[in-house]
């Protein structure tokens, strides 16, 4: 399997207003994106890749005299990979209100002159697809031959198939839920509280003070991080080891591999990722439920999806977005007869198998890609 090698992320301009689902409108708006791959003559082969939390438009591919820039997905994407970029034309778009280039609040809101801080508009997962929508309006793409995501980018690829129908083929969706339960809405709320309180937040406008909101983006991140991993690996990874030989007897220091690790964890985060971000993308997570609007039959929400074709892939130990939760998905896709193939590996890792080399995981996505693959082709 080949590396992609360098990329150069991409960035277009979009000067007619984007409307929210929130009533609110994103004018002047930037989108930064990479693509990897040829789109062949046809334009029938491009493959739309929606990222999660806290990933971006890099999805593949390593940037030039930049060391551990890797994308995210990387073992994914490229030339004899599963998603075989001598096929496809794959495509990674960073989605408004992130950090990482596209208009989000730490950018210049051109109506007062300063970053946009906590007045940046809340933005939702549809919000986002419809952005993506443009992107590929302004690459002459018409339809996609498939759309693909894990996690938070798996709820973006079934809401492809609920509001842009027409334009996808086929949705991939991995390590994901139709919504929030409870218990996740509480996490997201605990890591939101983290950032709200910290003093350097100054509701959401710290830019102006020069400061950062490290102490809360830290706590955030910590929550976060247990939950993508699963009990299992945890313990296989630090059980109950001591950092030092004897314990500290300390209630403030680090006494446990377990805890260095997580702090090591929030400090690296804390320094790239934004809190304004944070808020934004945790409660576009919770607002997302297709089921909503039909008085929360999921299956009449995806009554209108029968031209599509589905994967969905679940993992055993993934306690964040549990198997039940995909079977949800399957369940009202089979209701209403659409085709659809579901995968439920047995993997150790927890929530971030998705990104991981699980031979059976990616056994599954290379035949799927290969089938796609023939069918453009054919």
Known sequence: MGSIGHVTPQKLSFDAPLPLKSGATL???????????????????????????????????????????????????????????RHFFVIGVNNPGSCFGSTGPGQVNPATGRPWGADFP?????????????????????????VIGGSLGGMQALSWTLRHGERV???????????LSAQNIAFNEVARRAIITDPDFHGGHFYAHGVVPRRGLRVARMIGHITYLSDDSMEQKFGRALRDAELGY?????????ESYLRYQGDKFSEYFDANTYLLITRALDYF???????????AAFAGARDHRFTVVSFSTDWRFSPARSR??????????????????????GHDAFLLDDPRYHGLLRATFERIAGEVQA
Not at 250 to 258: A, D, G, K, V, W
């Open 122 to 146: 809340v933005v939702t997962v549809e919000d986002w697809v419809d952005a993506q929508a443009r992107l590929l309006d302004a690459l002459g793409i018409q339809r996609l031959a498939a």
């Open 289 to 299: 439920d297709p089921a909503r609007e039909f008085g929360g039959d999921l299956s």
């Open 328 to 349: 949800e998905i399957v369940k009202a896709l089979v209701d209403n007869r659409i085709a659809v193939t579901y995968a439920a590996i047995d993997a150790p890792h």
């Open 27 to 85: 004018a002047n708006y930037e989108l930064v994106y990479e693509t990897y791959g040829t789109l062949n003559a046809a334009r029938s082969n491009a493959v739309l890749v929606c990222h999660a939390l806290n990933a971006s438009h890099h999805v593949a591919g390593t940037y030039a005299g930049q060391d551990k820039s890797e994308g995210w997905w990387d073992n994914l994407v490229g030339p004899g990979k599963p998603l075989d970029t």
């Open 169 to 179: 083929a086929e949705c991939i969706a991995v390590a994901t839920a139709p919504n």
């Open 250 to 258: 300390s209630t403030q220091e680090i006494e446990f591999q377990i």
